[in-house]
């Protein structure tokens, strides 16, 4: 079984920093070796979006809301998967969700999108 554990979120001030982690585990063969991992926000009453990805090549995609202030990345080492969140703002509140769109169980085997349970995070002062 494949699981995806966020943690990190917390109560951080305006312009403060946060990272959150996405750790895999289970019979997951490499993290490197999922199709695109994601970052996913949702806050109250609004839909679910997209905040980063990453591809399996390394390549990056950030939403415009953040683009300049979050990173994205990973420890292939680790299976984990970082979001690092700079000069935070109130809108920035949400829960964060990991994502795994296709991930690599064993030789020809795939496993097909697969979440997180969330983490919170809250900008206020």
């Known amino acids: 079984q494949v699981q995806f554990v966020e943690s990190g979120g917390g109560l951080v001030q305006p312009g403060g920093s946060l990272r959150l982690s996405c750790a895999a585990s289970?019979?997951?063969?490499?993290?490197?070796?999922?199709?695109?991992m994601g970052w996913y926000r949702q806050a109250p009453g609004k839909q679910r979006e997209l905040v980063a990805t990453?591809?399996?090549?390394?390549?990056?995609n950030y939403a415009d809301s953040v683009k300049g202030r979050f990173i994205i990345s990973r420890d292939n080492a680790k299976n984990t998967v970082y979001l690092q969140m700079n000069s935070r703002k109130p809108e920035d509140t949400a829960v964060y969700y990991c994502?795994?769109?296709?991930?690599?169980?064993?030789?020809?085997?795939?496993?097909?999108?697969?979440w997180g349970q969330g983490t919170q995070v809250t900008v206020s002062s």
């Open positions: 990453m591809a399996s090549g390394g390549i990056t």
């Open positions: 289970g019979s997951i063969v490499s993290i490197n070796s999922i199709t695109f």
């Open positions: 994502n795994a769109d296709r991930v690599l169980l064993g030789p020809g085997r795939f496993g097909y999108n697969y």
